[in-house]
């Protein structure tokens, strides 16, 4: 049976916050499966723009928090104090493939305050990029914590524990000085009340906050237009989002990345972030088409981080006008996804099928 599409702010028949549908997988002449979720757009000035799905939806921001936790690095005199270059405080808003660039970055930032590998609390995985990962196995090494995508984010909060004298053994706890100066920027931002955000663990063990996908967007407009409530902020904000765009590479990867590609086809109109579970957030600069600039965020229902997302984060800018043609071609790799059989028939896309409901002025 077909579906029907629903319309921004419904429930179903349980009461939940109904998603819209986003993307569909196609196979023949036969839709296969969707993929449904929320997309919210606001100004600067925090009024919405466009949507589709419940704005209101709560949901985490995962590794989309990065830029936000990296605040109290600049905020505290942390990052001048131990001469943390621009670089170092992109890897501290990174989800890094764990390339040998983002490894050596890493290891600066420890050794500049002191410490080492063994202190930072992000736990381990293989590295994101396959051909790193493939390398340490056929070393027979094994990765080690600078190789998480969050090392960068951890040894940034050890750098703040160390600023405060801050236990640095316990960084990563919610009652941590430096966790409470990430909670307390993360409302700041998100224009609430620290009691007020939902709480959670993330991956890499450091506590991550909810709110609603508007509130998210708020967040990203904030930080893109570096409109806060004070100087200093406003200036973090600046170093944060000159890091992340001047070198994209540091994001994410050297090479199909999301984030990476969005900032660099973008050519400086956008500051990028992924999050885990389908979770996606942009900051768009002020512009003639948005003078007062744009946050976007976008949560994939499913929980969806390789089809669905970054088609629906590319179809989403390009309604909104922020992706001009030369910007599209360069993504268009992630735009759609053609599927293929075992023997590399072409069998079907993945395409976006959605069209966002504007706010009129």
């Known amino acids: 049976m077909q579906a029907s599409l629903e319309v921004p702010g419904t429930r179903d028949v349980h009461g939940v916050p109904a998603a819209a549908p986003l993307v569909e997988v196609n196979r023949g002449n036969i839709t296969e499966s969707r993929h449904r979720g929320h997309i919210v757009a606001v100004d600067g000035d925090g009024k919405e723009i466009a949507s589709l799905g419940d704005a209101e ?58 410490l080492s590998v063994s202190d930072l609390k992000c736990g381990v995985h293989e590295p994101y990029s396959v051909p790193e990962a493939k390398r340490l196995r056929e070393l027979g090494e094994a990765p080690t914590a600078l190789h998480n995508n969050c090392s960068g984010k951890h040894a940034g909060m050890l750098a703040v524990a160390q600023h405060l004298g801050a236990p640095t053994q316990t960084y990563d706890q919610a009652d941590n000085p430096v966790q409470i100066a990430v909670r ?51 200036a973090a904000c600046r170093r944060i989002v000159a890091a992340m765009t001047n070198h994209p590479e540091l994001i994410g990867g050297t090479h ?61 800018l390009r309604q909104l006008g922020v992706l001009d043609d030369e910007a599209l071609a360069a993504l268009a790799q992630f735009a759609r996804f053609t599927i293929k059989n075992r023997r590399g028939d072409h069998v079907g896309e993945v395409r976006p099928s959605f069209e966002l409901h504007r706010r009129s002025a």
Not at 64 to 83: E, Y
Not at 208 to 219: F, K, L, N
């Open 57 to 114: 939806i709560v949901t985490f921001l995962r590794s989309s928090a990065k830029p936000f936790q990296a605040l109290p690095l600049l905020l505290t005199g942390a990052a001048d104090r131990f001469n943390f270059t621009e670089e170092e405080v992109a890897l501290a808003c990174a989800s890094h493939n764990g390339e040998p660039i983002h490894v050596q970055i890493v290891s600066s930032m420890l050794k500049k305050i002191g």
């Open 184 to 234: 307390d920027e993360i409302a700041r931002f998100a224009d609430c009340s620290s009691e007020d955000l939902a709480v959670g663990v993330d991956g890499c063990g450091v506590p991550v906050y909810g709110m609603s996908v508007r509130a998210m967007a708020r967040m990203y407009a904030r930080l893109a237009t570096g409109a806060d409530r004070d100087d200093p902020t406003a």
């Open 256 to 316: 199909d990345r999301l984030d990476t590609e969005m900032m660099r086809a973008s050519k400086g109109t956008l500051v990028s972030k992924v999050g885990a579970e389908g979770v996606y957030t942009a900051g768009i600069f002020p512009s003639r088409n948005w003078p007062s600039g744009l946050g976007l965020a976008i949560k994939i229902e499913d929980g969806d981080d390789y089809r669905a997302r970054p088609t629906v984060v590319i179809e989403s």
